[in-house]
C-alpha cells in the first residue's frame, strides 16, 4: 500500500468510515502485531499492544497533521504501547549522580514496600518516552544505539533523554 492510500485512508477514518478502519486494520495490523510480538514476545500481549494503538489513534484523530505519516506514527505508537507494557512492572532506583547503580529486579537490591512505592510514584511522574528510555538503559542494558531504534530517535536525543530522565526521577526521589 502506498502513502498516499494511507492519506486517502486517513481521511476516510476521519470522516467515520467505518470501512476504512476495516480497511487499514486489515493493511497494517499484520505488521503492528509483529513490532510488538518481537518486543514482548507473549501474544497476549503483543495484542494488546496493537489495540491500544488503535485506541491511541483513535483518540488523537485531530492531531495527527500529516495523514502521509501514517504508518510511520502507527509503527512508531506500537513500540511505544509494547515498551508500556513490557516495563509496566519493572521499576528502578537511582541513588547518586555517577550511574544508576541498582535495579529492584536484581539480587543485590530489595526495597521495602515503602520504597517500592515512592519509586514508582517517581517514574510514573516521569514522562512517557524519559521513562522508556530510562528503562531500556537500565534493566534492559541497552545500548544508546539500540535504545536510537527502538524509540526512533536520533541518537544525541537519546543521551539528553536518558540524562533528562536521570535528574528528574533524583529530583522526584529526593523532593519531600
Known amino acids: 500500500m502506498e502513502q498516499t492510500d494511507f492519506a486517502n485512508l486517513f481521511k ?3 470522516k467515520g468510515e467505518d470501512d476504512a478502519f476495516k ?3 486489515d493493511s497494517v495490523g499484520p505488521l503492528l502485531f509483529s513490532i510488538a510480538h518481537e518486543i514482548l514476545e507473549r501474544i497476549a500481549d503483543a495484542q494488546d499492544a496493537v489495540e491500544d494503538t488503535y485506541k491511541a489513534l483513535l483518540e488523537n484523530l485531530d492531531r495527527i497533521t500529516k495523514p502521509d505519516s501514517l504508518r ?3 509503527r512508531t505508537t506500537v513500540r511505544r504501547k509494547a515498551l508500556d507494557i513490557k516495563y509496566k512492572d519493572k521499576r528502578i532506583l537511582l541513588l547518586d549522580d555517577k550511574d ?3 535495579c529492584i529486579n536484581k539480587k543485590n537490591y530489595e526495597p521495602d514496600f515503602a ?3 515512592h519509586i514508582n510514584s517517581c517514574l ?3 514522562s512517557e518516552i524519559e521513562y522508556q528510555a530510562l528503562m531500556l538503559s537500565t534493566v534492559e542494558e541497552k545500548s544508546c544505539r539500540d535504545i536510537m531504534k527502538i524509540l526512533k530517535v536520533k541518537r544525541y536525543k537519546v543521551y539528553r533523554i536518558i540524562k533528562s ?4 526521577f533524583k529530583k522526584f526521589y529526593y523532593e519531600e
Open 12 to 14: 476516510r477514518i476521519k
Open 23 to 25: 480497511e487499514l486494520l
Open 72 to 74: 510511520g506514527w502507527l
Open 100 to 102: 544508576l547503580q541498582y
Open 115 to 117: 520504597e517500592r512505592s
Open 124 to 126: 510514573a511522574r516521569l
Open 165 to 168: 530522565a536521570k535528574e528528574n
